[in-house]
């Protein structure tokens, strides 16, 4: 009983697979946050492209 307890103690492939965990939850953090800012960057962008090629369109 006391090596096998030993063995679960000494195992670190569960410790390997929280850090996986925890990397993945800032990653979606990460890209949570970034993509807010580049919705409404990306809404902006193509407005203003739409808004150029209407102009075009009707001036020519």
């Known amino acids: 009983m006391r090596k096998l307890f030993k063995a679960f103690v000494r195992d670190e492939r ?13 990653v979606v953090v990460a890209l949570a946050a970034l993509g807010g800012t ?14 150029k090629v209407s102009t075009a369109a009707n001036g020519s």
């Open 38 to 51: 580049l919705s409404t960057g990306f809404a902006d962008l193509f407005t203003g492209l739409f808004t």
């Open 14 to 26: 569960g410790v390997s697979a929280m850090e996986y965990a925890v990397l993945a939850g800032i």
